[in-house]
């Protein structure tokens, strides 16, 4: 039976420079085309991690040369940058594919804005990397201009920015609107622009907004029946990489949140995709997601593989 589908696509669905990118659309653009052809309705949300730091990474090194000609680019119009152009390939892949396969239908990308609460307190402790590596000195000159820093992995300094939860997705009507004319939408790139409201301003804020808990409030305000989150594995374990890992088909939300309370999913890879899921799957009756990898969404919605959850 035909379902309206929220798909949110990690990064291995997207490459990590403009080569990969394109490459990988096309084959992303088969694994949609196959639930298309089932009849389903297909919204489509991406990250943009690689894509937005290298944008971020040129727009700096342009205002570092000459200030006056260039000054500084915020990071929400990077984020509107990579939503443009990975829109543009993943639409141009994804129409080929289905007038290959005899399917017209038309596929758009939408610039999103989402507004999020400007007392979250994700604001008051930054936690999300962006922007190139510095040397200590170059980042504690940054944290003197007033920004948060923090060391990565071993590999360098880091601005880092608050992840704030998404409240609201601005453009909900018209995404809305094309998704009932038949229209295939791509929308939330990168977990949207993070916007704040004053009174009929929407005001950018420096912020990431992950892109699983934007895909989960689009396909809650879109009435979605599935939210699809497709990563690196074919299903979620516990115990994951350790001699006792244990792979989970089907995982209730009381289940899931008792996993989540004793540390089995790793912080900025499952454990966001697992609160998304359950939020979506407890947000109303019937509505399930399914965590998979991206070549086997068309057998995960079938039942044959992947973690479904629900509640």
Wanted: net charge negative; hydrophobic share 40%; with cysteine.
């Amino acid at each position: 039976m035909p379902k309206r589908i929220v798909i949110a696509l990690g990064g291995n669905a997207l490459g990590n420079n403009l080569p990969e990118q394109y490459a990988a659309a096309q084959n992303t653009a088969k694994a949609i085309a196959d639930l298309v052809e089932e009849g389903h309705q297909v919204v489509v949300a991406h990250g943009n991690g690689p894509q937005v730091g290298t944008i971020n990474l040129a727009m700096a090194e342009l205002t570092a040369k000459d200030p006056v000609k260039y000054p500084p680019t915020p990071l929400t119009v990077c984020g509107a940058m990579s939503q443009g152009y990975i829109g543009y390939d993943l639409q141009n892949a994804l129409r080929t594919e289905l007038l290959d396969r005899g399917i017209r239908k038309e596929v758009c990308t939408i610039i999103t804005q989402v507004a999020v609460d400007p007392q979250d307190p994700a604001f008051s402790h930054p936690t999300k990397p962006i922007g190139r590596f510095m040397t200590h000195e170059e980042a504690l000159a940054v944290e003197a201009e007033g920004q948060a820093i923090m060391e990565d992995a071993g590999r360098g300094w880091r601005r880092v920015v608050a992840s704030p939860k998404p409240r609201e997705i601005v453009e909900i009507a018209s995404i809305s609107d094309m998704v009932s004319a038949g229209h295939i939408v791509i929308a939330c790139g990168g977990g949207g622009i993070p916007v704040v409201r004053r009174g009929n301003r929407l005001e950018g804020i420096a912020a990431v907004i992950d892109k699983d808990f934007a895909s989960c409030r689009l396909a809650q305000e879109l009435d979605a029946d599935y939210l699809i989150i497709l990563t690196a594995v074919e299903k979620v374990a516990i115990n994951f990489g350790k001699p006792d890992q244990q792979w989970l088909s089907e995982l209730g939300t009381a289940d899931a949140k008792k996993l989540i309370g004793e540390n089995h999913f790793a912080p900025g890879s499952m454990l966001p995709k697992v609160q998304a899921a359950v939020e979506f799957a407890e947000s109303k009756a019937g509505r399930r997601a399914l965590i998979t990898l991206l070549e086997k969404a068309k057998e995960g919605i079938a039942g044959r593989t992947g973690t479904v959850v629900c509640d």
